[in-house]
């Protein structure tokens, strides 16, 4: 860990998204980098990428800067601070791309640091592709292991997710986090399988609105909700014209308002749904 400056904060969240396979519609790492804007939040750590990337599977960046300059940027794994004030509660902020190797090392890595800044709680944000529809409310999972947390979430009736199966790096970090015993959170928040690789405020608004709610945060999500509510209304306009997609809403729309507590369907619904949209979009691509 390159720590530039050991920041003073009163138990802070450590709050933490990763892009890749945790991150549908960069949802997660757009609500957290929201955070790192809207607090000012200074930068103060970052992990060495050559311990854990693989740069042939997570690629280096390049970029023009100045008109002619070239800037090489490698994977990154980033910490910020933000130390409260009287309404805002102390938080570490994170975002990374979701590493290739070295997954214990790395766990290891962020819970050394937590416990050497005091942390109270480790939190991740995660999203992911799902048969959502983007004019209703966004689908949210969530859990935590402290009563207070967990009671809120529960209040806002978001409840556990009842996925097995291959996890990324917020199921790893959390396994760690229980086995060290560092209370720790997560929301998960749906994005339509129709949109692809779009990025989706509403889902990212969605996740801050209800960690807002469940930490405490008092964070002025005024600018974002708009953001948001232009979004839905892109979306709409953007499909208006097509009457497969339209068609595929329509039925999301029924199967949503036909659920009295709306959660997300069966893993196996959500494949089935997705796999029939891109067989039929195959075939209208063929000559």
Known sequence: MDIT???ELDRP??????????????????????????WKAEKFAAMDPEEYYSFTDTRPTIR??????????????????????GDIPAAVLMVAMEPNLKWRTYCTEILDLAHDLGVRRIVTLGSL????????????????????????????????????????????????????GM?????????PYYLGSTPNPKSAYALLDSLDDA?????????LRTVAGDFEKQVSMAVRDNDEVKEQIRRLEERYDAQDSPELPPSGAI???LEQFLRTQRTDDQP
């Open 5 to 7: 400056s050991r920041p």
């Open 13 to 38: 969240n450590l709050i933490a998204a990763f892009s890749g396979w945790n991150d549908a519609g960069q949802a997660a790492t757009t609500a957290v980098r929201w955070l790192t804007d809207a």
């Open 183 to 191: 209370p720790t959170a997560s929301i998960w928040a749906a994005s």
């Open 64 to 85: 023009i800067v100045d008109g002619s300059q070239r800037e090489l940027t490698f994977p990154q794994s980033t910490l910020w601070a933000h130390p409260g004030n």
């Open 129 to 180: 592709i799902t048969d959502a529809v983007h004019t209703r409310p966004v689908p949210l999972t969530g859990w935590a292991t402290d009563d207070d947390v967990r009671a809120k979430l529960e209040a806002r009736h978001i409840s556990r997710s009842s996925y097995e199966g291959p996890t990324g790096i917020v199921g790893t970090l959390h396994s760690f986090c229980l086995d060290a």
């Open 215 to 223: 930490l405490g945060l008092n964070a002025d999500l005024s600018e």
């Open 271 to 273: 494949i089935a749904d």
